[in-house]
T-cell receptor, first 112, second 115 residues
Framework: QKEVEQNSGPLSVPEGAIASLNCTYS??????FFWYRQYSGKSPELIMF????GDKEDGRFTAQLNKASQYVSLLIRDSQPSDSATYLC????????????FGAGTRLAVHP | SAVISQKPSRDICQRGTSLTIQCQVD?????MFWYRQQPGQSLTLIAT?????????ESGFVIDKFPISRPNLTFSTLTVSNMSPEDSSIYLC????????????FGQGTRLTVV
């Protein structure tokens, strides 16, 4: 069974701090990794994707991938209350024509 | 990114009835998927909607319960048949925009309540 695991949280951070969200996956054949943000009552919104080991930065967001250890993380710098949402890690099923397996999601709460 | 429109956005249905959810994309996409998100849970893939052929269902989902159509590259429907309260969920349409592209986008979802 291919799995994607996340800590459900809630992860509570003060405004301006760095929020660190982690995800582990079981399929060593996975090649691409996605982070989605989902506000309560809304559909998931793609915020980052990463294919290569190392870091990928986009504004306040940094995705980090370590294929040897099978984890991918998302760092949010200068966290804002508007970042409060559930963050979903998603990994395509290898050989599965881009079908995504989602983790349970981590709920992030940024407090003023 | 492609814009994906779903309708209805929400519905309340009687048990034993069926509901068809429509998904329209504003541009041609290579692949379309249907997901379910039960209350407080993450997304579970129901099936891949294949253009011009039968959908490919994931384990635990069957065509008789969730018939899917995809008559062209921009449109798909999911029917939830013979509904029970356990089918109360959010149903989400997703699409991949281009061949080789793996970034999936989502419609706004259909919130279904079965009473």
């Amino acid at each position: 069974q291919k799995e994607v695991e996340q800590n459900s949280g809630p992860l509570s951070v003060p405004e301006g701090a760095i929020a660190s969200l982690n995800c582990t996956y079981s399929d060593r054949g996975s090649q691409s990794f996605f982070w989605y943000r989902q506000y309560s009552g809304k559909s998931p919104e793609l915020i980052m994707f990463i294919y290569s080991n190392g870091d990928k930065e986009d504004g306040r967001f940094t995705a980090q991938l370590n294929k040897a250890s099978q984890y991918v993380s998302l760092l949010i710098r200068d966290s804002q209350p508007s970042d409060s949402a559930t963050y979903l890690c998603a990994v395509p099923i290898s050989g599965g024509y881009n079908k995504l397996i989602f983790g349970a999601g981590t709920r992030l709460a940024v407090h003023p | 990114s492609a814009v994906i429109s779903q309708k209805p956005s929400r519905d309340i249905c009687q048990r034993g009835t069926s509901l068809t959810i429509q998904c329209q994309v504003d541009s041609q996409v290579t692949m379309m998927f249907w997901y379910r998100q039960q209350p407080g849970q993450s997304l579970t893939l129901i099936a891949t909607a294949n253009q011009g052929s039968e959908a490919t269902y994931e384990s635990g989902f069957v065509i008789d319960k969730f018939p899917i159509s995809r008559p062209n590259l921009t449109f798909s429907t999911l029917t939830v048949s013979n509904m029970s309260p356990e089918d109360s969920s959010i149903y989400l349409c997703s699409a991949l925009q281009a061949s080789g592209n793996t970034e999936a986008f989502f419609g706004q979802g259909t919130r279904l309540t079965v009473v």
